[in-house]
């Protein structure tokens, strides 16, 4: 190819500098405000303090309340946080899926469809700690409440992620199978679960890795967990004590990170 047909093809190319100056200020526009109500005054002397023994007490745990398997050691806290993790996911899990279908626009007609999603957005609107705090007033402080808590916000997100995957479902499979004279259950069966199982099952292993954070945020609020023990432990300026709870949790996270890795290896792989 020539170079005057090179400059020729370029010179033909869509003219799209008017979309990108369009972009640039809107951008512009919705960052100024947001800037400008975002006030830094600098970081203070205690801050900076507490946040070099949050660092020390992570190097130096107390070592006697990580091996302490009592109810009142990190062992039990990390496996009570991870147990209300649990418990949310599946739970939200089990309410999750038939909501999902009953909100699918291509399994149910539009009326239905827009009665769920809508019941679905609502239950997206409120964040975590507001259904904590809801809950601890209904069942108590402890462990159940952030159950509850955790099943609820699941619920939203779960619903959510699943509608998409089931929207995308490849109907051509369906229609070929309902043309070889299978039933519902042998279409749901070989046509709709093969194609939804390693999505819904990645998806839910996200939640979980985003629920134990939450578990462990939901204790500030008395919903159980570590959260509780880590926040008088802060203010006591016990900074080891500190130091052993955020040890043990970043523990606990590298963990199920670990494992949701090759969990979402193996699926990818087949």
């Not at 869509?14 to 400008?36: C, D, E, M, T």
């Not at 996911?89 to 469809?113: E, Q």
């Not at 609502?122 to 159950?147: D, S």
Request: glycine residues 8%; positive net charge; charged residues 15%.
């Amino acid at each position: 190819m020539s170079k005057s047909r090179i400059i020729e093809q370029y010179e033909m190319r869509p003219k799209k500098w008017v979309s990108y100056l369009l972009s640039i200020i809107v951008i512009v526009a919705i960052l100024f405000p947001a800037i400008s109500t975002i006030s830094f005054n600098g970081f203070s002397k205690s801050g900076l303090v507490v946040a070099k023994n949050i660092f020390l007490g992570i190097i130096n745990p107390d070592m006697s309340f990580i091996l302490d398997f009592s109810e009142l050691g990190l062992p039990f806290l990390l496996l009570e946080t991870a147990a209300i993790a649990f418990l949310g996911t599946l739970i939200g899990l089990i309410i999750s899926v038939p909501l999902a279908f009953l909100a699918a626009r291509n399994i149910t007609n539009k009326f239905v469809s827009n009665i769920f999603v809508t019941i679905i957005t609502i239950i997206r609107t409120f964040p975590v700690f507001v259904y904590g705090l809801m809950f601890i007033r209904v069942t108590g402080p402890g462990a159940f409440a952030g159950v509850l808590t955790l099943a609820l916000t699941s619920i939203g997100m779960l619903s959510k992620l699943f509608i998409e995957v089931i929207e995308d479902l490849d109907t051509g499979i369906i229609e070929s199978l309902d043309a070889s004279g299978c039933n519902t259950l042998q279409k749901i069966r070989f046509g709709i679960i093969p194609q939804l199982m390693t999505n819904f099952v990645s998806i839910l292993i996200y939640r979980f890795d985003i629920n134990v954070k939450n578990a462990s945020v939901l204790g500030l609020v008395g919903a159980g967990g570590i959260g509780a023990p880590l926040q008088f432990a802060m203010a006591g300026s016990k900074w080891d004590l500190v130091g052993s709870l955020l040890l043990g949790l970043i523990v606990l996270v590298l963990i199920i990170e670990t494992c949701s890795d090759k969990i979402r290896a193996k699926l990818a792989n087949g």
